[in-house]
């Protein structure tokens, strides 16, 4: 048989799935449901409208990204970035496809194919300068939190060996960027076809990367959505019985966001969100299966909020394919 990304996409899901199970498993199903029970479907709907919420800071780091005569709506930004989500976090596709989609999207909506792929990539790297920013507040109230607990030394050197080589890796990031603008453009000539015409992705990239204020103020509109993410997870081991201050339900999310990071292989990471939360929930004096519980109320939630985003994105795309006929 013939190895293909398919089948590697496939096996890590697989993977993930029986990692899940596992926890759940061995963390035990009654308590792990009893917890889950808890939130209800009022705790449910109550997480999805704060997840939109936080969206608003996510597409406002797109639009202020772009520079003013290339802005659309934010609502349709918006709309985009849940797409981009949703597909990363719903669908067996890797978060690069929900890059390409919500590029797509926008193209679909008038933007130039050029700015939408270039600041798409842009975009995914002043969220990852944010999430350094972010990750750096974990550990460092993690260190202060649980460093004299047994088997937490190891996960908190592993965060710091991050830490320090996600920077570097940033600048690499951008620097490949810029540098491979030409491998870009053929790729997005698949995605994006007889829409590259004016502007070259070249030109796009670099007019983005040009401006620091552009880019400091997408940073910091991250950082805000970093944080509402953990404001998230706060409001979610509440609804399932856990007492868990603000602060540390940040530094639990930061330290939950970067192994999500580490393993973005493992479609939706898979198994592997549903370990982490394991594993960080008793470093913060909670059982570990609040931790599972938070972690399956977070996919449900991801469920409802990326079905009806799904259905959008191919409303569109449907669209589009019958007025090319």
Not at 113 to 124: G, N
Not at 174 to 187: P, V
Not at 277 to 291: K, N, Q, T, V
Request: hydrophobic share 60%; charged share 10%.
């Amino acid at each position: 048989m013939k190895w293909t990304p398919k089948i590697g996409v496939a096996l890590a899901l697989l993977a993930g799935l029986v990692a899940a199970f596992y926890v759940v498993w061995s963390v035990g199903f009654d308590p792990i449901f009893a917890a889950i029970a808890r939130a209800g479907v009022g705790g449910l709907a109550l997480l999805c409208l704060y997840a939109l919420a936080v969206f608003v800071s996510l597409a406002f780091a797109w639009y202020f990204l772009l520079p003013p005569q290339q802005r659309h709506p934010a609502t349709q930004l918006y709309v985009a970035r849940l797409v981009r989500d949703s597909i990363a976090e719903i669908s067996p596709f890797s978060p690069v496809g929900g890059m390409v989609a919500a590029a797509r999207l926008m193209t679909l909506k008038g933007m130039s194919a050029a700015y939408a792929a270039a600041s798409v990539a842009a975009d995914a790297t002043t969220e990852a300068m944010a999430q350094v920013v972010f990750l750096a507040f974990g550990l460092g109230l993690g260190f202060t939190q649980f460093h004299h607990l047994q088997g937490s030394g190891h996960l908190t050197e592993a965060m710091l060996a991050v830490l320090l080589l996600a920077v570097p890796g940033i600048a690499l990031l951008i620097f490949m960027q810029k540098r491979g603008a030409g491998l870009a453009e053929r790729i997005a000539m698949r995605f994006f076809p007889r829409a590259l015409a004016g502007v070259s992705f070249h030109a796009a990239i670099e007019e983005l990367y040009d401006s620091h204020a552009r880019l400091a103020a997408s940073a910091a509109l991250h950082l805000v959505a970093w944080i509402g993410a953990g404001g998230g997870t706060f409001i979610a081991f509440r609804l399932v019985g856990g007492h868990i201050n603000l602060l540390n339900a940040i530094a639990l999310e930061a330290l939950l966001s970067t192994l999500r990071s580490i393993a973005a292989p493992v479609p939706a990471a898979v198994g592997v969100q549903e370990w982490g939360y394991a594993m960080l929930a008793p470093l913060f004096g909670l059982p570990a299966e609040m931790g599972v519980a938070v972690s399956l109320l977070k996919r449900a939630r991801e469920i409802v909020l990326g079905i009806p985003a799904l259905i959008y994105w191919q409303s569109v795309e449907g669209r589009k394919a019958l007025t090319d006929v």
